[in-house]
């Protein structure tokens, strides 16, 4: 069973900085493509960033240039480093990664639990 845990959020002040980790845990084959989404109360899951397995970054308009997505292929895990957070950033993060896990060979996506990121003076 495939999981994947997050870790890293927690409170800090307007243009502070955090890291998110996400590793993944368990059986499986190969992992695709990750990326961290967020959720505020009331509002939709969103995209921040993606990163396929080659390094090709995707970022949502709204975290360019403060965000920065990697990944440690080695290890199975994802890097989030937030830069000059702002209170609009306060979000449930989520991790999800696109793992091809037995009984199939095909990919299917999987999500962490979240981590809360709280941007608040």
């Known amino acids: 069973q495939v999981q994947l845990v997050e870790s890293g959020g927690g409170l800090v002040q307007p243009g502070g900085s955090l890291r998110l980790s996400c590793a993944a845990s368990?059986?499986?084959?190969?992992?695709?493509?990750m990326g961290w989404y967020r959720q505020a109360p009331g509002k939709q899951r969103d995209l921040v960033a993606l990163?396929?397995?080659?390094?090709?970054?995707n970022y949502s308009d709204s975290v360019k240039g403060r965000f920065t997505i990697s990944r440690n292929n080695a290890k199975n895990t994802v890097y989030l480093q937030m830069s000059n957070l702002r209170p609009e950033d306060t979000a449930v993060y989520y991790c999800?990664?696109?793992?091809?896990?037995?009984?199939?060979?095909?990919?299917?996506?999987?999500w962490g639990q979240g981590t809360q990121v709280t941007v608040s003076s």
């Open positions: 368990g059986t499986y084959f190969s992992i695709n493509v």
């Open positions: 999800k990664s696109t793992i091809a896990a037995p009984p199939s060979i095909a990919y299917d996506d999987y």
């Open positions: 990163i396929t397995r080659g390094g090709m970054t």
